[in-house]
């Protein structure tokens, strides 16, 4: 199983990744063939695995097996790619990872047995691995939280007067909690202190918030082929993201005609709201923000006990979150 290129330049993480892959395919244990091969397509679609390498690379500030590293960092994927199983069912969405969603390939039934399944193997994993019961209390934390923001989301659908402090809220559960839990278990698991588990924790859910905003900027920035998915598509199902709720902040009138359509909103209408975006300073907005939050965690990981994952660690997030694509 290959993992994604970029890892080539990341030596202290890539051999591990790739055994984590390894151990997700030994865990995918059912008996129903659609569920398996649905499950396998997705973690082969070329996923960048950033969850379970700050896992990894928070495991590497003091010896530790990585035996145990490697599969709580499996725990963690197997999280996350449910997640993302589900919510594409939600979102109806046909693509994922620039390739065809797992429901639209093989239907919403089959969907949501494999996200189901794969919860299953993340706690068999935890319940496997971890040293205590704060492990799991922690991650039954995260997965609340995930939740919640998921249901704020819906919540707010087609609202032109959520408020910037809802949408953070928002993406600090649906993306923030899933880096701050895997930055915490690494930490935590490692035998590193309760207090530096706890800072591991912070630094991940402001990385996870800079990299949600940082791919809602793409949205309007990048093209379909580069992003991998279909852009301004959330946009039409309501789901209002950083650069345009800043923009409607400074006048909601212009956009009024063209969101009032909501799902009825043509390639046209999209292309007017864009441009809108882009006038009222929404995009310049949202990347001050992400700015913000991406030099909140990089300074915090400067004051890390300087030992070599440090500068990976650094590397790797400064990377991620100035990307273009």
Not at 285 to 301: M, S, V
Request: charged share 20%; net charge negative.
């Amino acid at each position: 199983m290959k993992i994604h290129p970029m890892w080539r330049n990341y030596p202290l993480v890539e051999p591990e990744l790739e055994q984590v892959l390894t151990l997700i395919d030994k865990n995918i244990t059912t008996n129903n063939a659609p569920v398996r091969d649905a499950i396998l397509k997705m973690i082969n679609a070329g996923g960048k695995l950033l969850r379970p390498a700050y896992c990894l690379l928070f495991s590497q500030f003091k010896p530790v097996d990585r035996h145990k590293m490697i599969a709580l960092a499996a725990a963690v994927e197997t999280l996350h790619t449910a997640t993302l199983i589900h919510d594409d069912i939600i979102d109806e969405a046909d693509v994922r990872r620039g390739q065809p969603s797992i429901q639209a390939t093989f239907g919403q039934d089959t969907a949501v047995y494999a996200g189901d399944y794969l919860f299953t193997v993340c706690f068999k994993l935890l319940a496997g691995y971890a040293s205590d019961l704060r492990s799991v209390q922690q991650d039954g934390k995260h997965m609340e939280a995930i939740l919640n923001g998921e249901l704020d989301q819906m919540a707010t659908r087609y609202n032109l007067d959520i408020t910037i402090d809802q949408y953070l809220t928002q993406i600090s559960g649906k993306t923030g909690q899933l880096f701050a839990l895997s930055s915490f278990l690494g930490a935590y698991e490692s035998g590193n202190s309760l207090h530096f588990a706890r800072n591991a924790q912070t630094i991940g859910l402001n990385i996870g918030i800079a990299f949600q905003l940082l791919d809602d900027i793409l949205d309007y920035t990048a093209t379909s082929a580069q992003f991998g998915k279909p852009v301004q598509e959330d946009m039409r199902q309501g789901v209002y993201s950083a650069p345009l709720i800043l923009a409607l902040h400074d006048d909601s009138d212009d956009f009024i005609p063209y969101l009032s359509k909501r799902s009825q909103m043509t390639p046209d209408d999209a292309q007017a709201v864009d441009q809108l975006v882009r006038q009222h300073g929404g995009i310049d907005q949202a990347q001050t923000l992400a700015r913000n939050y991406t030099d909140t965690a990089l300074a915090a990981i400067h004051k890390l006990p300087d030992v070599p994952v440090r500068a990976t660690l650094e590397e790797l997030t400064s990377t991620l979150l100035n990307r273009q694509s």
